[in-house]
């Protein structure tokens, strides 16, 4: 009897152990089918619980864990994976990439060549099967991008024109030589190669993506992010579009839709802190500053030394007027990390405290680093106007003017100066400018009243005086001035 029961036992076990392994094995076929569709989240969640054992295991798992952002234990399970098989080319070619990605481009060109010396080249292209065409398409494209990246276009056009002899109606091999030309500036080659990607591949994510860098290299930015956001739609899980199209929405100021665009980067790859620290930016332009901050801690936690995330804790602290605790991220940051905008974002806190010879220090920095920022200028401006040397802050403003600054409030400072440099006709016609450019800001219309005024242009001050009530009905001066200029 009890060695009835004990087969039994042993039977139910084998059947167990038989289906695991099958549930096994199935999640593993689906894991590398969901990353080589480019799921690569999918893929993850799939291969997290298939043993490492074999080869394939390690390789595809390491491949969505760099592509889902987790750097790190990518390169873990790629290196085993070389160490399960090291006659294989696809996991050297992996470890390229994700060097590529560091900027190691040396190390990256040896792994390449490592992966080199396992694929067919010696074979003739009606001699190679369609996953061994595949396999030469992705390292040659992979290792191209690694050209590109390092500065070494024509190599990378050497490469992409050698894997175009095994399928020249690949796309993957057109966005690639696009992207050389467009590495180049050759915005006409660049757009050619993108469009026959298209057309061997209707819809073809990178290749839309392609054509909107193009644009944004251009500055054309409303093409720009229309094929971001055609790329975007035309594949759900090509993370970069997001990213990119997060971007644009970003710099337009429209902070709810880059919110949307990098929170779906942000689910496609977990791993990146830059994914992360853009959705914070955008919480932080929206004015949403404890989402911001806490977005950007989550971010400190796992890396406190990551650069983006320390110095938009300092720009959120500013708005907090934690002065104290901003300078001490803004210092956690590489020197050679900070750049304009930093220094002017920096400059606010001594301003705010009215040290100013240390406001004009970090604009100089800022300037130094870029002599033609705009903002720049107007931030100077800003600073000088605080201290009432209004001469100074007159020219800092209309250098901003000159440079293209888009914003107005240049032009109003500017007018202002000139009032109280008692140069009203002056002050006259860059009001005048100002609210051509945006006839919706209040303060050009008292300012440029107080410079009519200045010159006895009772009429016209009379009528700006008038204006300006209508956005500030109640105040005390302007009610005032309209006794005094229109009669009433």
Do not use: H
């Not at 074999?54 to 798992?61: G, H």
């Not at 010396?117 to 191209?144: G, R, Y």
């Not at 990390?337 to 002017?344: R, V």
């Not at 201290?387 to 293209?404: D, H, T, V």
């Amino acid at each position: 009897m009890l060695t009835k029961y004990l087969f039994r036992g042993i039977y139910v076990f084998m059947i167990f152990a038989s289906a695991i392994s099958l549930y096994a094995q199935d999640n593993l076929e689906k894991g590398m089918d969901a990353v080589n569709r480019g799921d690569y989240l999918g893929g993850l969640n799939l291969l997290k619980g298939v043993s490492k054992d074999s080869y394939d295991a390690n390789l595809y798992y390491g491949i969505a864990l760099f592509n889902t952002g987790s750097v790190k234990d990518a390169e873990k399970f790629l290196k085993d994976a070389i160490k399960k098989d090291d006659e294989r080319p696809e996991a050297y070619s992996a470890l390229g990439q994700l060097y590529t990605s560091q900027k190691n481009y040396s190390e990256a060109a040896a792994q390449f060549e490592n992966s080199r010396k396992f694929l067919p080249l010696n074979k003739k292209k009606d001699d190679l099967d369609k996953s061994e065409i595949e396999t030469i398409i992705k390292v040659m494209s992979a290792e191209a991008e690694n050209f590109i990246a390092d500065g070494k276009v024509d190599k990378a056009i050497t490469s992409l024109t050698t894997a175009k002899t095994y399928d020249d109606k690949n796309p993957k091999i057109y966005v690639g030589l696009g992207d050389a030309y467009l590495a180049r500036g050759a915005f006409d080659v660049a757009k050619t190669n993108y469009d026959l990607a298209l057309k061997y591949k209707a819809g073809y994510a990178p290749a839309l993506f392609g054509l909107g860098k193009i644009s944004f290299k251009q500055k054309k930015y409303s093409v720009a992010l229309e094929n971001y956001i055609k790329s975007a739609e035309a594949d759900n899980n090509f993370a970069p579009a997001f990213f990119e199209k997060g971007l644009m929405f970003y710099l337009l100021d429209k902070f709810t839709d880059a919110i949307e665009a990098f929170e779906r980067y942000d689910q496609l790859v977990p791993g990146s802190p830059r994914g992360k620290t853009y959705l914070a930016k955008s919480y932080y332009g929206k004015g949403d500053y404890d989402k911001a901050l806490g977005i950007l801690d989550e971010v400190l936690t796992a890396d406190a030394q990551y650069s983006e995330a320390n110095k938009y804790k300092a720009y959120v602290l500013i708005e907090k007027k934690d002065y104290s605790n901003a300078e001490s991220f803004f210092s956690l940051v590489k020197t050679e990390d900070l750049n304009a905008e930093d220094y002017q974002k920096w400059a606010k806190i001594p301003l705010d405290k009215k040290e100013y010879s240390a406001s004009y220090a970090l604009l100089d920095k800022a300037l130094a680093l870029d002599a033609n920022d705009e903002n720049t200028y107007f931030e100077y401006g800003k600073a000088l106007f605080a201290e009432q040397k209004y001469a100074e802050a007159k020219e800092k403003f209309n250098k901003a003017i000159e440079l293209g600054i888009l914003n107005v409030a240049a032009y109003v400072y500017s007018g202002i100066s000139d009032f109280y440099l008692n140069q009203f006709e002056s002050g006259v016609q860059i009001l005048t400018k100002s609210i051509e450019l945006n006839p919706n800001i209040a303060s050009a219309y008292l300012w440029r009243a107080n410079n009519y005024a200045g010159f006895a242009k009772n009429a016209e001050a009379c009528i700006d005086y008038k204006k300006y009530l209508e956005f500030e009905p109640n105040d005390a001066f302007s009610l005032e001035q309209v006794k005094k200029f229109c009669g009433q």
